[in-house]
């Protein structure tokens, strides 16, 4: 009987390069358009300038923690080690669950944009992880 070794296919590290180019543009245009960031989480902009600019600084913290999530992704992908880059992964999902928390407990509603990433990135993660893997 041949072996089966899922966590081995190549496309896993190219659903993973695409989950950290995801993270990746997040990242820049948190960095460069916070207040366009801002609309992803359905979010509204302040209306006092001191809090518009408080608005801005966290959204340009967001888009540093995503260019983390995506050079941390793209390096365990480039380096090889898949169980890093699954660890990553689900990791990242975590991040996704909490954004979507955060967007029902403030506004009630666009929870889903992120809920929605969340599995895909704990089923690759997973399977890099070798939960498929049969010996």
Known sequence: MATSIFSQS???HIAAS????IYLGFGINGILRPRNALEFFEFKAPASAADKKLVDNLMVLYGAR???MAIAIYSAAYFGDR???GCILIAGSGVALVD????????????WNHWG????LVAVGSVLLGVLDRA
């Open 100 to 111: 979507g928390a955060v967007c029902r407990a403030q506004i009630g509603k666009g929870e």
């Open 117 to 120: 990433f969340a599995p895909v």
């Open 10 to 12: 190549p496309y896993l």
């Open 66 to 68: 995503d260019l983390f």
């Open 83 to 85: 169980k890093t880059l």
């Open 18 to 21: 695409v989950f950290a180019t």
